[in-house]
């Protein structure tokens, strides 16, 4: 699966957009985005994931650029409970070899 | 509804002993994994499976075994458990490789 490379921490206000960048230079044709968080001491949620179009679900919106070498997750209205390790990930459609690799993630810290 | 469920959520160990970490999902999902995750370090895949009756090793798979003799269990035995072994595990489970995983909330692990 490809290398994610994303910013160790960001911080945010309350109420604002939060806007987490990733970079995936190396992703291959058939590599899904995904994009998981951790709140402290709790099991990874699923986010959101893609593949070359933009997705919108009832917790964030994922925006992927059109040669798909990075992306942004976008949560449209950060809470304080929004505060957590944010990891993006990308990986193979059936790929039954390989498991997520979750790396250090970035820390989002909301702000009151 | 459950989801993914772990049990226990705490255990202390003694250097030497043996055990098994349950996890239970009702959810139908044909994946199921088990993480490790020490401070300071993503998630690392310990053991996987595709299906029933189907197992196989991921990342950190030494002093572990699993196995799979229903679509629902998937628990994770530490044969002789070492300090090394002192982390935080997830089990986790997908529908299909493609979607999001849903992690359990975890059990913290102590080996003294």
């Known amino acids: 699966d490809a290398k994610t490379t994303q910013p160790p921490s960001m911080d945010c206000a309350e109420g604002r957009a939060a806007n987490l960048p990733c970079n995936h230079s190396?992703?291959?044709?058939?590599?899904?985005v995904y994009w998981y968080r951790q709140i402290h001491s709790q099991g990874p949620q699923y986010i959101i994931h893609?593949?070359?179009n933009n997705e919108t679900n009832e917790m964030a919106s994922l925006i992927i650029t059109e040669d798909r070498k990075s992306s942004t997750l976008i949560l449209p209205h950060a809470t304080l409970r929004d505060t957590a390790v944010y990891y993006c990930i990308v990986r193979a459609h059936f790929n039954y070899g390989q498991n997520f690799v979750f790396g250090p993630g970035t820390r989002l810290s909301v702000l009151p | 509804n459950a989801g993914v469920t772990q049990t226990p959520k705490f255990q202390v160990l003694k250097t030497g002993q043996s055990m098994t970490l349950q996890c239970a999902q009702d959810?139908?999902?044909?994946?199921m994994s088990w993480y490790r995750q020490d401070p300071g370090m993503g998630l690392r895949l310990i053991h996987y499976s595709v299906g029933a009756g189907i197992t196989d090793q991921g990342e950190v798979p030494n002093g572990y075994n699993v196995s799979r003799s229903t679509t629902e269990d998937f628990p994770l035995r530490l044969l002789s458990a070492a300090p090394s072994q002192t982390s935080v595990y997830f089990c986790?489970?997908?529908?299909?490789?493609?979607?999001?995983?849903?992690f359990g909330s975890g059990t913290r692990l102590t080996v003294v």
């Open positions: 190396t992703i291959s044709g058939n590599e899904y």
């Open positions: 986790a489970s997908s529908y299909r490789q493609v979607y999001g995983y849903t």
């Open positions: 959810m139908n999902h044909e994946y």
């Open positions: 893609g593949l070359k």
